[in-house]
């Protein structure tokens, strides 16, 4: 639950401005976003100027306040060229937006990472101060986005500092940034999300995983737990990447067939055996990663991947 609540801040976080709408904000968070706020991770923003008409669906319209002679209240009101006149519940209108500064406070509590938040790029990186990651102490940067001509200004900053670790948003942003970077790019929406008391958790056991996986933990003799345990991150992750690749060819197939006018059938789920085949993970080891304490993602994914209507609406 914690990854689900943390992955909508996160992707919202590559655009800008990072804003919710009030119908986004009830989906995304409901009865937790009391918590968000008062934890300033979510702020609100200037009330929107313009609403979809809710009939059609269609239109984006201006909305034009009116004054009631009578009782003196303004009243919001929006003209759809297909519905017509509309009154609108000002609640509609509420923005919230993500503090960024906010949640790397969060980021770098949770993850140990020592030293002051700093804007390098605004709007775009940040170095977030040092970490004890793997043996060494590292320089830990977070990229907010990659398009356009992001790359190109990521790169300029980082090209002298390759063994900086780069934290990112989701794992689409995190693949566009492996092409420009040399440095070892981590996405929080693998390693980071709320716990109980909805605060920002990272598991800074697998960025170790991560750092040790890319050989770049000096190999430390006197790691053997985070050895292991950066064995069964590696596992963990090559067991999620096989689950999304059949989420998404279900999907595909599931929508090719609507398409045709065929009802079609679900690929079948494969088996955890069958999974950890194709994973290149051994049958025990399948075994401890599915009962592994932070395997909350691959436990996630397993459960989408029997679900008809959770795969047609998987996105990633």
């Not at 996160?10 to 990072?18: F, G, M, N, T, V």
């Amino acid at each position: 639950m914690g990854s689900d609540l943390l992955l909508p801040i996160l992707k919202r976080l590559e655009s800008e401005p990072s804003l919710f709408c009030a119908e986004e904000v009830r989906s995304c968070f409901g009865p937790v976003l009391t918590t968000l706020e008062s934890r300033e991770l979510l702020r609100r923003a200037k009330p929107a100027t313009s609403l979809v008409c809710v009939d059609c669906g269609g239109h984006a319209c201006q909305v034009v306040f009116v004054k009631n002679e009578k009782t003196g209240q303004r009243h919001g009101y929006i003209s759809c060229p297909e519905c017509g006149v509309t009154q609108i519940d000002k609640e509609h209108l509420k923005r919230w937006q993500v503090s960024t500064l906010r949640f790397l406070e969060g980021v770098v509590q949770s993850a140990g990472i020592r030293g002051a938040i700093d804007e390098v790029t605004p709007g775009l990186l940040w170095r977030l101060g040092k970490a004890q990651w793997g043996g060494h102490s590292r320089e830990v940067y977070f990229v907010r986005r990659c398009r356009g001509n992001d790359a190109s200004k990521i790169s300029a900053e980082l090209s002298h500092r390759p063994k900086t670790i780069v934290l990112t948003t989701t794992e689409a942003t995190a693949r566009k940034l492996r092409k420009a970077l040399n440095n070892l790019v981590i996405s929080l929406d693998c390693v980071a999300s709320f716990n109980g008391d909805h605060s920002i958790l990272v598991d800074t056991n697998r960025i170790e995983g991560r750092i040790a996986e890319k050989g770049l933990d000096g190999q430390s003799r006197a790691k053997r737990p985070v050895k292991r345990r950066a064995s069964r991150t590696a596992d963990i992750d090559a067991l999620e990447r096989e689950l999304i690749a059949h989420i998404k060819a279900a999907r595909d197939h599931a929508v090719a067939a609507r398409d045709r006018g065929d009802d079609g059938t679900l690929l079948p789920r494969p088996s955890r055996e069958q999974l950890g085949r194709c994973a290149g993970v051994k049958p025990h080891s399948v075994t401890r990663c599915f009962a592994d304490s932070q395997a909350h993602q691959l436990r996630f994914l397993w459960g989408i991947a029997a679900d008809p209507e959770q795969i047609l609406c998987y996105r990633s």
